[in-house]
C-alpha cells in the first residue's frame, strides 16, 4: 500500500513548512478532558497544520468497528470499504487522484480511531512523521477517554447494584424457596415414576402435589386414569371434531390452558401427541406451584407414556416378524423358543385368520382385529402380509361373533375374513393360511361377499379344491362352460357371471336381475343366448346341477390369481 519509501520519494524537495513549526504545533495541542468529539476536532484542525492536507473522514474504533465520527459526516462507502478490508495501514488509492493516507489514532498498539487525508501529493517525510506523532497522541487521549468513560460506566453499575443489594437479597430468597418447591416436585413424580405405578401413579403424584382432581385422557378423549374425588360418571366425552379443535388450540398454546373448570395440557412425545393431563378447577383455586407440577408432570408422563409406546411398538414388529416367518416355513424349535420369548404358547393348536377390509388403513384395520380378538379372550400373534391382517389364534374361533367383533370394532360391516383349518405343528401354518386365503377368495366371489367363510365349513369348495390339483376340475369347467367362457373372452361379455348368479338365486328372475344389475328382458335375452351356445337345456335337473357345480368350481377357480 505504501509504495517505494518515504525518504526517497520526498528527495529534493524543498520544505514546505519549516520542520521546527511542526514541532512547535505539536507541542502546542492539548487534549484536555474526556470528551470525544472535542479530541477529533482538536485533531481534525491541528492537521492542516502540519501538512498540506485535508480531511476526507474521520472514524472511532468501536469493538474493533470503524464507525464514523461524528455520526453526521458524509458516508463514504469506497473509504469504509478500505478500512474493513485493510484497516488502518498507511497511504492507499482513493481513486481520485490524490494522494491519501489512512492515519491511525492509536496508543500501545490499540487503534482507537482514524482519520483519513488526502493531498495534491505526498507530503514530505517529516511532516507525516509528525501526523504519526499526532496520530499517537490523538489516541492515547481517546484512549484515555475510553478508559473514563467506562470507570464511569462501573461506578454507576456499582451505585445501582448497593441500590439494588436489598432488593435482590429478597427475590434470591423468593427464587431459593421457589427452586425447593420446585426440587420436591420433581422429587415426587421422580418417585412415582419409580414405583412402576405408570400413569396412575403420575396422576396421583399430581394430586397429591396440587390438592386438586386430577385425569389423564388419550388423544381421542377416553379416560385412562383418574387421581382424587369427584371422578365423573360416565366420564364426558368430545365430538371428533369438538377434540380436534381443542387439541389445535393446546398445541398452539404449549403450556397449561383453562377452559371452563378445568385446566388442560398436552401430552406429547416431541411433536406426536399422546394424551391430555387434566385438573378439574372449578372454583379457580389452582396456584402457581401447581400449574408448575402441570407442566412437569405432563412431561414425565409424555416419556412414561412414549416408552410404552416404543415397548409396544418393538413387541409389535418382533410378533410380525415371526408371524412372517412361520408363514414361510420357519424351524419349528427356533419358532417355539422365539414365541416362547413373546410370551405365547405356539405348542397349542393354532388356526390362520385372514382380514380384509378396503378403505381402511392398515394400522385401524390391525388395532380394531387385535381388540376384536382380546374381547373375545383369544391368544393370538398378529402380523401383516400382501396388505391383509394375518392372526395366529391358539383356538377356533367362532366366525361369526368374531366377524361381529371386528365389524363392531370398525363401526362398519364390511369386513371379509378367511379361517384356514387346524395347525399341531408350526410347520402346517403355511398349508393353513393358504387355505385361510381361499377360504376369503372364495367368500370375495360370493353373492354375498361380506362376512366369513372357514375352510373347514367349505363343503363342496373342498372337494373342488382336492380335485383342482389332478386338473380334474379344469377339464370339468371346460366341459360344462368352455363355450361361454370363450364367448366372454372374445366378446368381452359376462355370460359366466350371469349364468352363475341366476344359478346361485335358485332360478328366481328378480332376484337374478337385481344381483346384476340389468333389467328381466336383459337377463332373459342373455340367458337365452346360454341355452344356444352351449346346447344345454336349463330346465333340465341334471343339466341345472352340472352347470351349477362348473360355476361354483369357475369362481373357486378365478381365486387362485
Known amino acids: 500500500m505504501n509504495g517505494e519509501s518515504l525518504e526517497s520519494q520526498d528527495q529534493n524537495r524543498q520544505p514546505r513548512r519549516p520542520f521546527h513549526r511542526s514541532l512547535t504545533v505539536l507541542s502546542q495541542v492539548v487534549f484536555s478532558g474526556d470528551d470525544v468529539g472535542e479530541i477529533f476536532r482538536v485533531a481534525t484542525a491541528t492537521v492542516g497544520k502540519l501538512a498540506a492536507c485535508r480531511v476526507e473522514a474521520s472514524y472511532q474504533c468501536l469493538d474493533g468497528m470503524f464507525v464514523r465520527f461524528p455520526f453526521d459526516q458524509t458516508e463514504q462507502p469506497g473509504i469504509e470499504q478500505r478500512l474493513r478490508e485493510y484497516g488502518c495501514d498507511g497511504q492507499f488509492d482513493m481513486g481520485i487522484g490524490r494522494w491519501a493516507w489512512a492515519l491511525a489514532l492509536s496508543h500501545r498498539g490499540t487503534v482507537n480511531g482514524c482519520i483519513v487525508l488526502s493531498a495534491r501529493s505526498m507530503p514530505l517525510t517529516t511532516q507525516i512523521r509528525c501526523l504519526t506523532i499526532l496520530g499517537q497522541q490523538a489516541g492515547a487521549a481517546l484512549a484515555y477517554a475510553t478508559m473514563h468513560e467506562r470507570h464511569i460506566a462501573h461506578v454507576e453499575r456499582l451505585a445501582s447494584t448497593n441500590d439494588a443489594l436489598e432488593s435482590t437479597n429478597h427475590e434470591l430468597a423468593t427464587a431459593v424457596s421457589r427452586l425447593r418447591r420446585q426440587a420436591n416436585t420433581l422429587e415426587v413424580l421422580s418417585a412415582a415414576v419409580a414405583s412402576g405405578m405408570g400413569e396412575q401413579g403420575i396422576a396421583d403424584a399430581l ?47 404449549n403450556g397449561p390452558r383453562r377452559f371452563g373448570g378445568r385446566v388442560l395440557m398436552l401430552v406429547q412425545r416431541r411433536t406426536d401427541i399422546l394424551g391430555v393431563v387434566v385438573i378439574s378447577d372449578p372454583n379457580n383455586a389452582i396456584t402457581e406451584d401447581s400449574l408448575l407440577a402441570l407442566r412437569h408432570g405432563a412431561i414425565v408422563l409424555g416419556l412414561e407414556l412414549g416408552h410404552r409406546r416404543n415397548l409396544a411398538e418393538l413387541e409389535l414388529k418382533l410378533r410380525c416378524d415371526l408371524v412372517d416367518d412361520l408363514l414361510a416355513g420357519a424351524d419349528r424349535s427356533g419358532a417355539y423358543a422365539r414365541a416362547d420369548a413373546l410370551g405365547h404358547d405356539l405348542r397349542r393348536p393354532h388356526y390362520v385368520v385372514v382380514v380384509r377390509v378396503d378403505d381402511v388403513a392398515e394400522s385401524v384395520l390391525a388395532a380394531a382385529a387385535v381388540r376384536a380378538v382380546a374381547a373375545l379372550q383369544l391368544n393370538y400373534l398378529q402380523g401383516r402380509h400382501g396388505g391383509l391382517i394375518v ?71 373342498r372337494l373342488i379344491d382336492a380335485a383342482h390339483d389332478g386338473g380334474s376340475v379344469e377339464a ?75 360355476t361354483r368350481a369357475w369362481r373357486f377357480l378365478n381365486t387362485d390369481a
Open 207 to 253: 394430586h397429591d402435589l396440587t390438592a386438586l382432581p386430577v385425569g389423564v385422557e388419550d388423544k381421542f378423549g377416553n379416560l385412562r386414569c383418574w387421581a382424587g374425588p369427584a371422578q365423573p360418571h360416565p366420564y364426558p366425552k368430545q365430538a371428533t371434531v369438538d377434540r380436534e379443535l381443542l387439541l389445535h388450540e393446546l398445541t398452539a398454546q
Open 391 to 461: 392372526l395366529l389364534i391358539d383356538s377356533r374361533p367362532d366366525p361369526q361373533a368374531l366377524h361381529h367383533a371386528i365389524s363392531e370394532k370398525l363401526g362398519r360391516t364390511t369386513s371379509v375374513i378367511g379361517i384356514g383349518s387346524r395347525c399341531d405343528v408350526p410347520d402346517e401354518l403355511p398349508r393353513s393360511y393358504t387355505e385361510a386365503l381361499r377360504a376369503l377368495n372364495i367368500r370375495l366371489r360370493s353373492a354375498n361377499p361380506e362376512g366369513v367363510e372357514a375352510f373347514d365349513e367349505l363343503g363342496f369348495y
Open 476 to 550: 370339468f369347467v371346460r366341459e360344462w362352460l368352455g363355450s361361454l367362457i370363450d364367448y366372454d373372452e372374445s366378446r368381452n361379455s359376462e355370460l359366466v357371471q350371469t349364468l352363475s348368479d341366476y344359478l346361485e338365486c335358485g332360478g328366481n328372475y328378480d332376484e337374478s336381475a337385481a344381483a346384476l344389475h340389468i333389467h328381466r328382458s336383459t337377463l332373459r335375452y342373455r340367458l337365452a343366448r346360454i341355452a344356444e351356445l352351449t346346447g344345454h337345456d336349463l330346465h333340465n335337473v341334471d343339466t341345472r346341477f352340472n352347470l351349477h357345480a362348473a
